[in-house]
């Protein structure tokens, strides 16, 4: 017999939803569990000191923010080296495409999605000014439900191609693309990235980075 569902006590956990206010701004709606504010509060008011040094407060410090790695790598299945925690996805985008500076060569080509957030388009549309790079804009023909097509993007897709940017879900229709498929078509082209802002996704579904074969995401 399957197991029932209670939304009651799961509601529980999501004090926000004791008010009126009904949530639907995606991610930006995303309400937070309770546990996790009071395990915030927690580290905030006996923790929060510097991270690494060699006192016994720090080592303590240092260890709950590598549980909190390791807690992240195992909910989107990747190893913890993998993981970068920060303060906002606008500003872990823009770290990203400092790392990726002498990746982009004047030469190549970065392919950016125009359903995307602001967070995971100025970054790359800046990169491309400061490298003198080809910037292509992928889009979508469809007026009433934009989704992004893999046909599409192969014929922007050329041997030059170094990055590929996109949204799992978007932001503002909840429109869901088939971030395993483009995954596949970016890397029919050597040495190209995908790059995917998930952040509108995570909250609602589950995420594998490994099984979807993207190369960079923030969640």
């Not at 003198?132 to 046909?151: E, F, R």
Request: aromatic share 8%.
């Amino acid at each position: 017999m399957a197991a029932t569902f209670d939304v009651n006590a799961v509601r529980q956990h999501f004090p926000a939803l004791s008010q009126t206010t009904v949530y639907f701004e995606n991610a930006g709606g995303s309400q937070i569990l309770k546990e996790v504010v009071d395990t915030i509060s927690d580290y905030l008011l006996g923790n929060n000191v510097q991270l690494g040094a060699s006192y016994a407060k720090s080592k303590e410090s240092t260890k709950l923010f590598d549980d909190g790695c390791k807690a992240v790598a195992k909910y989107v299945n990747a190893s913890q080296d993998e993981v970068v925690i920060g303060p906002s996805t606008t500003q872990l985008f823009r770290n990203l495409s400092l790392a990726l500076y002498d990746y982009i060569t004047p030469d190549s080509e970065i392919i950016v999605s125009k359903l995307d957030h602001e967070a995971n388009i100025a970054c790359w549309v800046q990169l491309a000014k400061y490298r003198g790079c080809t910037l292509k804009w992928w889009g979508s023909d469809n007026k009433t439900n934009p989704q992004l097509d893999c046909n599409d993007l192969r014929n922007l897709m050329t041997e030059k191609t170094r990055l590929v940017t996109c949204t799992h879900v978007s932001n503002v229709l909840g429109t869901i693309n088939d971030i395993k498929a483009i995954a596949k078509a970016v890397h029919e082209v050597p040495g190209a990235l995908l790059c995917v802002d998930a952040v509108a996704f995570a909250p609602h579904r589950a995420v594998d980075v490994k099984d979807l074969e993207v190369d960079l995401a923030s969640l």
